[in-house]
């Protein structure tokens, strides 16, 4: 087959952005030229830490940053301690004994001792890969970008990992509340999203009523919707609670969409203990990882709900704005920053709160349509993926004396 490859440019954002954004982008860029990067993670797909690197890694090599991206390896058992840690990191509990330290640390050095690295920087996303640090011999900058939400940690688990942290030139968190007490500098880069992939793209009517119809999703009624992995944090029960409490004063569709991550086994669990929500107006799907559909339903529904009770930003909330619906958020973490109460959607922190404001919007078209155009400027404003990559280059350029004295052929 003779197929045109295309791949997105910074260029390409600059319909959303504006000229004089690219053209710094462009010449913040040219003093990287070549530069190394590699980026660790623990999954490639699934979240929205793999969804922001699939479109930053290929927006920078664009660029000519030479930026690679690998995912560690890992047992069950490495990943059902590690998705231990990251909710102990949000605040819930762990019995951190020796045994879930020792696997862990054992199998990052596998990893560590499998990756060769003579990069010029090294980014390391969330707690995973942290301990990677400990097997090199330290040549260049080495980044910790953290996703997670990290307003009040468990206190033992962040000793633990502190001391890996510290070894790091930057800790990037996404919001300044989750700043922590630590020798590192600290940045604070909040996440974005990409108008140009399947699930934010432009789609038409006809599109989208294929996708829902392709799932059977009802489409009589007002469609209330949350996507997300299935996961505690996301409060996938509240959703159905405060849609039942709704239902009695409008009819709507409520659709729970979620998707697996590989390095998140906890997701089998809760989409089995949702099962028994579902009734003919609840429908509870797992057919996540369908983009289009993720796309179809933000476009489509009347009113979008993240009820997460932590939430390190929320991808999601950015993404339905962008598509100019209106979105209920839990006043939590990274959505406070996304969503404005009253100006481009709600901010709830309750059941029954959210109950009321899916009545609010389900009843009221011209709130919606008001709210959702609001939205979709907010995210023009602040959350597309330029802002962000022009984050990283700020935070590149100023490791220059690094780069110095590495002789990298830019200094
Ligand atoms: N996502 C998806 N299908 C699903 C659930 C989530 O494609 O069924 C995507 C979602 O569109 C977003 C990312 O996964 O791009 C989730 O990112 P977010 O920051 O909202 O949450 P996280 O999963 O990283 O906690």
């Not at 690998?70 to 490495?78: A, E």
């Not at 932590?310 to 969503?339: D, H």
Request: proline content about 4%; glycine content about 6%; charged content about 25%.
């Amino acid at each position: 087959m003779n197929m045109e490859h295309t791949i997105v440019k910074v260029e390409d954002y600059e319909q959303y952005v504006g000229a004089e954004s690219i053209e710094r982008i462009l010449n913040k860029a040219k003093f990287l030229q070549d530069l190394h990067v590699v980026n660790f993670n623990s999954t490639y797909y699934g979240g929205g830490v793999a969804e922001m690197l699939s479109s930053l890694t290929l927006l920078m090599n664009g660029l000519g940053i030479k930026t690679e991206w690998r995912v560690i390896q890992g047992t069950p058992d490495f990943f059902n301690i590690t998705k231990k840690m990251h909710n102990a990191l949000q605040g819930g509990e762990i019995n951190l004994s020796e045994m879930k330290m020792h696997i862990y640390e054992e199998v990052i050095y596998e990893n560590a001792f499998r990756n060769h690295l003579d990069h010029n920087l090294v980014i390391l996303h969330d707690p995973q890969p942290l301990p990677m640090i400990n097997h090199y011999k330290k040549r260049s900058p080495w980044i910790w970008r953290c996703h997670i939400d990290l307003s009040s940690p468990h206190a033992e688990t962040w000793n633990y990992l502190l001391p890996f942290i510290e070894k790091y030139d930057a800790a990037v968190l996404s919001c300044k509340e989750y700043a922590q007490k630590m020798n590192t500098p600290q940045f604070f880069f909040k996440p974005a999203i990409t108008p140009f992939n399947i699930k934010n793209r432009e789609l038409s009517e006809t599109e989208v009523d294929e996708r829902l119809a392709h799932y059977d999703i009802p489409t009589d009624l007002p469609l209330v919707v949350q996507i997300s992995r299935f996961d505690p944090w996301k409060d996938p029960q509240g959703v159905v609670d405060a849609f039942k409490i709704a239902q009695k004063e409008v009819d709507c569709t409520l659709v729970l969409l979620g998707n697996f991550a590989t390095d998140d086994p906890e997701g089998a669990e809760i989409y089995e203990s949702l099962l028994d929500s579902r009734e003919e107006r609840v429908l509870v799907l797992p057919y996540g990882d369908d983009t289009a559909l993720v796309n179809s339903l933000q476009r489509r529904a009347a009113v979008v709900l993240q009820k997460s009770i932590r939430e390190g930003f929320g991808l999601t909330v950015s993404e339905a704005m962008w598509k100019g619906t209106p979105v209920i958020g839990g006043n939590v973490g990274g959505i406070r920053y996304q969503i404005e109460d009253g100006e481009n959607g709600f901010l709830v922190s309750s059941v029954e709160e959210a109950a009321q404001r899916i009545v609010q919007l389900v009843k009221d078209e011209k709130l919606r349509r008001r709210l959702g155009k609001n939205a979709r400027e907010t995210v023009r404003q602040k959350f597309l993926m330029t802002r962000y990559l022009e984050q990283y280059l700020d935070l590149f350029s100023s490791f220059e004396t690094v780069f110095r004295i590495n002789n990298h052929p830019q200094f």
